[in-house]
């Protein structure tokens, strides 16, 4: 028999869930969800600001920076809209 609990904490940037298992040996997980604007660092274990000419919406399942369209870019860090992908201006 496995009992499984979870517990969840909401950051300003994140969610961290964790699941906590009961069987003979007990065991956690942990997930990140990061918000919109942002995408999982797993080497500094943070919510990094999605870089220029990237966004995300924030929803669920979408844990990466999705890259704007060819020929498009964003004003800055932390896109959170497609609308927010811009036409680069032609020289």
């Known amino acids: 028999m496995c009992l ?9 940037l994140a969610y961290y869930s964790m699941y906590i298992a009961t069987t003979q040996k007990s ?9 919109a604007g942002t995408q999982y660092n797993s080497v500094t274990k943070t919510c990094d600001r999605c870089p220029v ?14 890259p704007c369209q060819l020929s498009q870019t964003t004003e800055g860090l932390g896109a959170t809209a497609v609308l927010q992908c811009r036409g680069v201006p032609l020289d």
């Open 4 to 12: 499984v609990n979870e517990f969840t904490v909401m950051t300003s």
């Open 27 to 35: 065991h956690f997980v942990f997930t990140v969800q990061c918000g």
């Open 53 to 66: 000419g990237y966004y995300n919406v924030g929803s669920v399942g979408s844990g990466q920076c999705l």
